[in-house]
């Protein structure tokens, strides 16, 4: 009676990255409705008729996937939960203002832990000012499964696609890159000796910078109102959640062109190199900046003609320049030689 | 490290229904946005600043609670997660413009059975003009969760809340109650029967009607559309998702007021009668409409100056009326005597 196995023809879900796994079912899905702006295929879809257009995203946690329950606060991953759609929000150059949250969740939770997550739910929206509108709560045979959709607004002038960056454009990014993966590490570090032994205590003190980038990431909406300030509307944006090479290559894709992007100019917090260090000789702190993924940024492009105006806006950085079409994405080192960059870190 | 498990104070999700639950957990968020125009507690939100108002639902189906793999064909289970969340836009009056899809999922499912998935969503969105915008692909630790958010649009004068219903308006119901849970009933038992013998061939095809009615529910956009033509706005709106006892009860406590409804009244299919007769002697059909749920049926209620529009209209059926403040909400049997509805079969 099932139809869920296939003996013939199976393609496992491991073969394709998840993109191409999204591009392959989604493909021949055709807008029909007027009011359907974009589609898949960035950072929110845009809907609505009017010139303020409403933009809608949707992520999901899972638990055993994008967390453990082991080190992982409820607290924090509502919160987080809620920061990750914002963020996609953001990456429109949009205000959030509305979610809704879906739980699936197992017998294994009680009424408390789940006050807990919804504590984390409420603390981020009330901190960037969104109203919780709906959702529903359902049993789920193991584990929990958290999906948040966030609902924003954007002046149609301003929307900032990946697919809208040009040639000679300045590549800035906000925050500092790499730090998100460290502080997992740590934990998964930190895990590992405590199931080896339940009676130790571990010491995570001296990396709290890390472990809250990674724990309870911020959507840059002091960005977008940074931007909007200073009257700079990105040529491109996208949020910085699978590693800035994964983010960049979509970039340039989506906009047709290739980029330069300098080593010594991305921003790695020093306590990203601290941990590096520490985990082995080998760990490059720019590995987890370009792979490591998490880190909730903003990266976007813009045009040359606003350098004055990003050069010395707080905690934006200038890291590169868009090339041709036809040309790679590639990181300069600073003896002078170009690594052309592939998404590794979380399969894309 | 773990807060997962609380040992005092510990209070399980079972000692809640659904309704509650989400009440305690989101009873203290209050909008801050203007454009917040309904929030939890409908079967949509309500968001937007002009007139036309958009409408937005989420909806999650998960392996083992909400459908079983041994008798939900895939393209089904694709079709039936946009339907439910369709079904909700056609509660508020409203009409579907795009969905979101978000599809966590263990690798025991292949490319080609997520193809399936794919396939039952676009005949559903085909159906309905509905477009495909967004959502994302996950991993998950065991089987499939389905999360589907529906966008839609109404204007604001034609909106239908739970909480309109007034004193002496008659209470409508759209097509049959009671076989989708009749279909469930069938697939159960032949489920239980190829357990004990896999080489038991189940013969569904004299169920063909109840079978349809729980796999591949419709939403009844017919019914927007028609009562829209006749210039008809219900007074209040529920989609029949847990059974009419339920929907009665919520739209009775969000409108102030009781009901009757009348037991003769009620809208029920042969096949379902004969299906409740085939199980047991004590099955009784009006039970299976009562308290069966998974019909996806609108049920409505029109001021009484709209009587003769909606007396003749196809597959609409009157099936009593509202009460005032404080009286309760009652199924009238043909032998005269009055029975209060709780909710029951699915937890509520």
Request: net charge negative; hydrophobic share 45%; charged share 20%.
């Given at each position: 009676m099932s139809e869920l196995e296939y003996q013939e023809g199976r393609t496992e879900l491991d073969a394709l990255g998840q993109v191409a796994l999204i591009n392959r079912l989604t493909d021949d899905f055709a807008p029909v409705n007027e009011s359907t702006v974009k589609g898949v295929g960035d950072d929110c879809a845009v809907v609505g008729q009017g010139k303020t257009k409403t933009l809608v995203t949707t992520n999901t946690l899972a638990e055993g996937?994008?967390?453990?329950?082991?080190?992982?606060?409820l607290k924090h991953l509502g919160y987080k939960a809620v920061a990750v759609s914002l963020s996609n929000i953001a990456a429109m150059n949009g205000t959030p203002r509305q979610i809704t949250v879906s739980v699936a969740v197992s017998n294994r939770y009680s009424v408390e832990a789940l006050e807990e997550l919804y504590a984390g739910i409420r603390l981020c929206c009330q901190r960037y000012d969104v109203d919780l509108v709906g959702g529903d709560m359902n049993s789920s045979r193991s584990g929990m499964v958290l999906t948040v959709t966030a609902i924003g607004e954007v002046d149609e002038e301003k929307i900032a696609y990946r697919s809208g960056a040009k040639l000679h454009d300045l590549i800035c990014v906000s925050g500092d890159l790499g730090s998100a993966y460290s502080g997992l590490l740590i934990l998964e570090r930190e895990k590992v000796t405590y199931q080896a032994n339940p009676n130790f205590q571990p010491d995570l003190d001296s990396y709290d910078y890390v472990l809250e980038r990674f724990l309870k990431p911020e959507p840059r909406m002091d960005v977008v109102h940074k931007l909007a300030k200073s009257g700079v509307v990105p040529t491109s944006m996208i949020d910085v959640s699978k590693g800035l090479a994964s983010e960049l290559l979509h970039i340039c894709k989506a906009s047709d062109c290739g980029c330069e992007v300098y080593e010594e100019r991305l921003p790695i917090d020093y306590q990203t190199t601290r941990v590096c260090s520490e985990m082995s000789q080998n760990m490059l702190p720019v590995s987890n900046a370009l792979n490591g993924g998490g880190d909730y940024e903003l990266l976007f492009t813009v045009n040359q003609k606003d350098y004055d105006k990003v050069?010395?806006?707080?905690?934006?950085?200038?890291?590169g320049h868009i090339t041709e079409q036809g040309s790679p994405v590639v990181m300069v080192t600073p003896q002078n030689s170009t690594i052309t960059l592939t998404a590794q870190g979380f399969r894309d």
């Open positions: 996937i994008h967390f453990d329950m082991m080190y992982t606060p050069k010395d806006m707080e905690g934006i950085h200038i890291i």
